[in-house]
C-alpha cells in the first residue's frame, strides 16, 4: 500500500491550492482527481458560460493568478480549465489523474491519526486527508419534480449545454440565481418563452459607482469576512448565488429579464396532477432582495466616502416589478410547457467518505474547513472560513489557514510517536 503524509481528493483549484501550500511547506502529498486536472470546468456546465468574477480575481496561492489582457473581463470555462491546468503545471502538483477515490476509512488498526484512501487504482495511506471534491458536485431537485408530467424534458444545470439541445417550446426555469437567471436569459434570447420562478434571490447589479460590483466587495474587505464573524453562520452558507452574468455591463436581474419578455412567477411549490403551484411570496421574497441591496450599496456608499473614493452618481436600480396579481399555477398538460431547467442548487458529492464527520442530512460538519476527525479536512464550501470561501479567489487564503492547522497535526503525531517509542 503506497504512503504520503496527505491525500488531496479533487484537481480543481481548491485541490490544487492546497497542493501549493502543502508544497510551500514541504508537506509530502498526492492529489487524487477522478478525471483530468480541471475536471468541473471541463466536461459541466452550458457552453456560453462565463465567470461571473471578473478576470483580476482569478488568483491562486504561489503569486499565480490571471496574465491576459483584460483583466475585467470574464474567463469562459474552457478558458478557466486552461488556466487551472498551467496552474497544475507550474506548480508541478503531484495529481494522479483518472483516479476515483471510492473510499476514506480511519486507519485505526494501523495508526490512530491515519486513513486509508481506497481509489479505482489502488489504496494510499495518509496521515491526512482534505477533501477537495466540489461543493457543487451533484444537482439538487425537489422530490416533486418526479410529478413532472411524461413528455416534458426536465434537465440540470451541469447537463444543460445550450437551446438547441431542448425542444422548441415553452421553458419553465425553477430558481433564480446565478445559474437559472443565465440560462433563463440565454433561453428568452433563443426565441423561446421562458417562465421564471424566482423565490429567495440575490439581486445584484452588475456594475455600481462606474466600476464592477465585485470589485466594491472586495475592496472593501466584505468578502474577507471571516465565518466567526456573522451572525447566522448557517444562513450565510446556505445563501443563494449572486444575480450576476459574465457580460461585461449586464444586469441580469429579474427586471432586465422581465423587460426581455421573460415571465416572473413565485417560487415552486409543488406539482399536482400535472399543475405547477407557485408560492405567492413573489412580492415579498423580491421586496427582501431590494432591501438587501440597498443595505450593501449603502455599506459600498459609506466605505468609499471613508476611503476618499469618488465615482458617485451611478443610478440605483428601480425597485424589481412584480407582476400583479401573480401567477399561482401552470397547467403542464397544456403544452406551454416543453422543458423544465431545475436550476434549484447543488451539494457535495460524499458518498465515498467514510468516517462519522456527517450529520443526519450527509453533510460534512466542520469548523472551518477543520473536521472533527483529526487530520480529515474540506476546503471549497460556501463560507468556509470566508465570504469568498467558494469563489476561485477565496481559496488562497482557506488553503493556507488549512495548512497551517494540518502542519499542527502533523506535529502533534510526530510527538505522540515520539513519546510512545
Ligand atoms: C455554474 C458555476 C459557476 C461558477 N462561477 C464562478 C465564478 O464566476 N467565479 C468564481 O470564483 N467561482 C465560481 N463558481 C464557484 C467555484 O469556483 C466552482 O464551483 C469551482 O469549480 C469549485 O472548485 P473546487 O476545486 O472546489 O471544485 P471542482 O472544480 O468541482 O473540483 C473538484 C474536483 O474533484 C474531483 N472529484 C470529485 N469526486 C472525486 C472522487 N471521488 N475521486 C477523485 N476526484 C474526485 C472532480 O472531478 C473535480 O475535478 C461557480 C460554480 C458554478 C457551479
Known amino acids: 500500500m503506497p504512503n504520503t503524509t496527505v491525500v488531496v481528493v479533487g484537481a480543481g483549484h481548491c485541490g490544487l491550492a492546497m497542493s501549493r501550500c502543502l508544497a510551500d511547506r514541504s508537506i509530502d502529498h498526492v492529489v487524487l482527481e477522478r478525471g483530468e486536472v480541471a475536471n468541473s470546468w471541463r466536461t459541466r456546465w452550458w457552453d456560453s458560460l462565463r465567470l461571473l468574477t471578473p478576470n483580476w480575481m482569478t488568483r491562486l496561492p504561489g503569486g499565480y493568478a490571471y496574465r491576459g489582457e483584460d483583466p475585467d473581463g470574464y474567463l469562459a470555462a474552457r478558458e478557466v480549465a486552461g488556466l487551472i491546468g498551467d496552474y497544475a503545471v507550474e506548480s508541478a502538483a503531484p495529481v494522479l489523474t ?38 457543487c458536485a451533484t444537482p439538487v431537485v425537489p422530490t416533486f419534480a418526479d ?22 417550446a415553452g421553458v419553465l426555469v425553477v430558481g433564480a440565481s446565478a ?7 440565454e433561453l428568452q434570447r433563443s426565441g423561446r418563452q421562458v417562465t421564471l420562478a424566482a423565490g429567495e434571490h440575490v439581486r445584484m447589479p452588475r456594475t455600481y ?41 449586464r444586469t441580469v436581474d429579474l427586471n432586465a429579464l422581465q423587460a426581455a419578455g421573460v415571465r416572473l412567477h413565485g417560487r415552486l411549490v409543488g406539482i399536482r396532477d400535472g399543475v405547477a403551484q407557485f408560492s405567492g411570496s413573489l412580492p415579498n421574497v ?13 455599506s459600498i456608499d459609506i466605505w468609499a466616502m471613508s476611503a476618499g473614493l469618488d465615482g458617485a452618481g451611478d443610478e440605483r436600480l428601480a425597485p424589481t ?101
Open 98 to 135: 483518472c483516479t476515483t477515490v471510492t473510499a476514506v476509512e480511519s486507519a485505526v488498526e494501523s495508526t490512530a491519526d491515519g486513513y486509508v484512501v481506497r481509489t479505482d487504482q489502488g489504496t494510499w495511506q495518509a496521515h491526512a486527508v482534505v477533501v477537495a471534491s466540489g461543493a
Open 286 to 298: 423580491c421586496a427582501l432582495a431590494d432591501l438587501k441591496l440597498g443595505r450593501l450599496l449603502d
Open 321 to 421: 416589478r412584480v407582476p400583479a396579481p401573480a401567477p399561482l399555477s401552470i397547467d403542464l398538460r397544456s403544452g406551454e410547457i416543453g422543458t423544465i431547467v431545475w436550476a434549484t442548487g447543488f451539494r457535495p458529492d460524499l458518498s465515498w467518505l467514510d468516517v462519522p464527520t456527517l450529520d443526519r442530512k450527509g453533510r460534512l460538519v466542520h469548523d472551518g474547513g477543520v473536521t472533527s476527525a483529526p487530520g480529515l479536512y474540506a476546503l471549497g464550501l460556501p463560507f468556509l472560513r470566508r465570504r469568498k470561501s467558494s469563489l476561485i479567489d477565496g481559496a488562497a487564503a482557506d488553503a493556507a489557514d488549512l495548512t497551517a492547522h494540518l502542519a499542527g497535526h502533523l506535529d502533534a503525531v510526530a510527538a505522540r510517536r515520539r513519546t510512545s517509542a
Open 179 to 185: 445559474s437559472g437567471v443565465q440560462i433563463a436569459d
Open 209 to 249: 459607482r462606474r466600476r464592477d460590483i465585485l470589485w466594491w466587495m472586495d475592496a472593501s474587505g466584505l468578502l474577507d469576512e471571516t465565518y466567526d464573524e456573522v451572525d447566522d453562520l448557517i444562513r450565510v452558507r446556505n445563501l443563494p448565488s449572486m444575480q450576476l452574468v459574465g457580460t461585461p455591463q
Open 147 to 168: 410529478q413532472v408530467p411524461a413528455g416534458i424534458v426536465s434537465v440540470t444545470p451541469d447537463a444543460y449545454r445550450n437551446p438547441g439541445q431542448l425542444p422548441d
